[in-house]
C-alpha cells in the first residue's frame, strides 16, 4: 500500500528527461503544458483517464495508444482478462491512431500472437507488453518516414471489454470446469477469485484441468457441473499462499 513510481517515469527521471503528471489530463494547466512540448506525437498507454479531443489532436501527427488485443476485439480497459475469458485462440497488440471513441481510431500496425490453454493475465501481460513496445517503435520510425497507411477499424466483431471487478472473481462448482479455468486464469492476477469451500472462503490463485478429466494425486479436486478441477493454490483470509494440499490438511 506505498506509493510507487511508474517503470516509465524511473526511466525518464534516469535519463534527466522532464516528468509532468496532473492530476486531470482535462484541467488547463496539463493542456497548457502539452501544448507547450510541441511534441510531433503523443503515445498512450494503459493510461487511467480518457483524453478529450482537446488532448488527442494537440500533436502534429495526433495520438497514439497502444491496445492489448486485435482490435476491434475487446475494446476497453481489460482486453488481456476478456481474451483468456472469452477462450479466443489468438490474441496480441495493436497500435491504434485514437480518435474520440473508445478505441475505436484507425490502426496502424498489428502484432498476433496464439493464446495457450494454459496462458494468464500476468504472463500474458508480460509478453504482450514487450511485443507492443517494440511494435511502437517500429510504428514510429515508419510514422517518420511516412510509410504508414491507417486502417479505418470495423465496427463487425467489436466487443467491450468492461473493467473487472470482485464480483466477477467469484466461483461456484455450479459452473462447468472451463469456465472455473478461464476465471481463475484471467482473474486470480486481479481482482482475484474466491471459491466457498468446507465452510469458508478461500482465494484461488493457480488451478487446471486434468488431463481426461480423471483427479490429480496433488491439489484439491473439486466436482464442477460438468467436470473436475483441481486446486493448485490457494491463500485463506488473511493467511499466506499455500499448495491446495497443504490447506487440506491444515483443515483436516
Not at 491507417?150 to 473487472?164: D, K, V
Not at 484439491?220 to 490447506?247: F, H, K, M, N
Amino acid at each position: 500500500m506505498r506509493l510507487a513510481s511508474s517503470a516509465v517515469k524511473v526511466q525518464a527521471g534516469e535519463m534527466g528527461l522532464p516528468i509532468y503528471q496532473p492530476e486531470r489530463i482535462k484541467d488547463a494547466e496539463a493542456l497548457a503544458r502539452i501544448r507547450q512540448a510541441g511534441a510531433d506525437v503523443a503515445v498512450v498507454v494503459a493510461y487511467g483517464q480518457i483524453l478529450p479531443s482537446s488532448v488527442i489532436d494537440l500533436p502534429r501527427m495526433g495520438t497514439l495508444n497502444v491496445h492489448a488485443s486485435l482490435l476491434p476485439r475487446h475494446r476497453g480497459a481489460a482486453p488481456i482478462a476478456w481474451a483468456i475469458l472469452s477462450g479466443d485462440t489468438e490474441t496480441g497488440v495493436t497500435i491504434m491512431q485514437m480518435d474520440a471513441g473508445l478505441d475505436t481510431g484507425p490502426i496502424l500496425a498489428r502484432a498476433r500472437v496464439d493464446l495457450e490453454p494454459s496462458a494468464t493475465t500476468g504472463a500474458l501481460e508480460e509478453r504482450l507488453s514487450e511485443m507492443g513496445a517494440r511494435l511502437l517503435v517500429e510504428t514510429l520510425g515508419a510514422l517518420q518516414q511516412g510509410g504508414v497507411a491507417p486502417i479505418p477499424q470495423s465496427a463487425e466483431g467489436a466487443t467491450y471489454a468492461r473493467r473487472l471487478g470482485p464480483e466477477d472473481g467469484k466461483l461456484t462448482l455450479e459452473m462447468s470446469a472451463e469456465e472455473v479455468d478461464r476465471r481463475v486464469r484471467a482473474l486470480s492476477h486481479d481482482p482475484g477469485c474466491w471459491l466457498t469451500l468446507s465452510g469458508g472462503s478461500i482465494k484461488v490463485l493457480r488451478g487446471h484441468r486434468p488431463m481426461g478429466g480423471a483427479p490429480d494425486r496433488d491439489g484439491i479436486a473439486v466436482e464442477t457441473a460438468d467436470g473436475i478441477y483441481v486446486l493448485d493454490e490457494v491463500q485463506s483470509p488473511g493467511g499466506r499462499p499455500i499448495s491446495a494440499a497443504a490447506w487440506a490438511r491444515g483443515r483436516r
